[in-house]
C-alpha cells in the first residue's frame, strides 16, 4: 500500500518531466575496428512524450489505489 503510493508519485513525476522537457537516451556504436583504425558513431534516440502521458496517467491510478488501500486498513 505504502509501496504502491510511493510508485505512483516517482511515475507522475517521471511522467511530467518527459512531458515537459523531453528525455533523450544517447549510446555509443563501434562501426568499424580494423586493427589500429577504430570508428565509432553515437547516436541519440529521443524519448515519445506519449510515454510521459502514459507514465502519469499509470502514476495517478496507483495513487489513487495507494490511497484508497491506506483507508480500507484504518477503518
Known amino acids: 500500500m505504502r509501496a504502491t503510493l ?9 511522467g511530467g518531466y518527459i512531458l515537459v522537457q523531453g528525455f ?3 549510446t555509443n556504436r563501434e562501426v ?3 586493427g589500429p583504425l577504430q570508428a565509432s558513431v553515437s547516436e ?3 524519448v515519445p512524450t506519449w ?5 502519469v496517467a ?13 483507508k480500507k486498513l484504518r477503518a
Open 6 to 14: 510511493v510508485l505512483g508519485i516517482l511515475l507522475v513525476l517521471a
Open 24 to 26: 533523450s537516451v544517447t
Open 32 to 34: 568499424v575496428d580494423i
Open 44 to 46: 541519440k534516440k529521443s
Open 51 to 55: 510515454v510521459g502521458g502514459i507514465g
Open 58 to 70: 499509470a502514476g495517478l491510478v496507483l495513487v489513487i489505489a495507494g490511497a484508497g488501500a491506506g
